[in-house]
């Protein structure tokens, strides 16, 4: 297999990836609506709850805008990875994932582009995110846009890999809701995607301690630093780990020999 094999197995799983995505508008929006519901409702809410701490407006809003708008930047991947495990169930269903993994190439250079294809979409969805945000007068340096990008990337591959993980176990679609609701949720308020840390300890030492180990904390955490043009190795140390974890469990689990199909076809 030469390098051009690769690449035209990659692109066309991601152009794949990019077409149905832009076919189901509805999809594209219904992402939207959840980060923007929290931003617009929420944290309206926190800001009101902040400035009867007798902090200063413009403090107030400082607080806002670095706590609140990272954190949904990190829900629209989280939702997103569990979309794209969702499309993998579907797929296994319709015949067409074992399709795609019986071809000659490496079966973790399959599921990777199907990782990457999935990173792609919500790295479309965050910045359209960003943008909204920035009309509802957010605004961030330019140049955090473009420190955030390969944060976003790493941090949707991390959040992808969970996703791709749960898809290796899920056998029925049916079943699927169920399971994301038990990972998004936790996981999610779980974090420091809408509270700082110190705020959590103060709050709860068990729940300090859950966000603070949580691979979406650390995620969030990233992307918020990346954002402010500033860099957080131990996040982005700890994201990397994750993703490099989940993303050696789900090859595992779609091996024919020990994953999913062996299961099947025992069963």
């Known amino acids: 297999m030469s390098i051009l094999h690769y690449w035209r197995a990659m692109w066309g799983i991601i152009s794949r990836e990019l077409w149905r995505f832009v076919t189901q ?12 519901i929290w931003l617009f409702v929420f944290a309206a809410g926190f800001r009101a709850a902040l400035g009867l701490a007798i902090i200063p407006p413009y403090e107030t809003y400082i607080l806002y805008e670095v706590y609140i708008v990272p954190g949904l930047c990190g829900m629209i991947q989280l939702f997103n990875g569990m979309q794209s495990s969702l499309s993998m169930v579907y ?3 319709l015949g067409s994932m074992r399709i795609l993994l019986v071809c000659p190439l490496p079966r973790w250079f399959l599921l990777f582009s199907k990782l990457l294809a999935g990173t792609a979409v919500s790295i479309l969805q965050v910045y359209v995110f960003l ?6 007068d957010i605004e961030i340096a330019w140049n955090g846009y473009l420190w955030a990008l390969p944060v976003l990337v790493l941090s949707g591959l991390m959040l992808g890999a969970l996703g791709l993980l749960l898809s290796s176990f899920i056998k ?5 809701a169920g399971v994301m609701n038990f ?14 840390l110190w705020k959590l ?10 966000a603070q180990y949580n691979p979406f904390s650390q995620a969030v955490e990233s ?4 954002l402010y043009e500033q860099v957080n190795l131990p996040a982005l140390a700890y994201t990397l780990a994750s993703f490099l974890l989940f993303m050696l469990l789900a090859i ?6 020990k994953g999913i199909m062996a299961r099947k076809s025992v069963g």
């Open 201 to 210: 300890k103060e709050s709860s030492i068990l729940l300090h301690h859950l």
């Open 183 to 196: 990972v998004i949720f936790p996981m999610f308020f779980m974090s420091t995607a809408l509270y700082p």
């Open 223 to 226: 992307v918020r630093f990346a």
């Open 25 to 36: 508008r509805e999809r594209f929006v219904s992402a939207l609506v959840r980060p923007l």
């Open 91 to 93: 797929d296994r269903e």
């Open 252 to 257: 595992l689990g779609y091996n024919p020999s």
């Open 172 to 176: 029925q679609l049916e079943n699927f």
């Open 131 to 136: 943008l909204i945000a920035r009309l509802y």
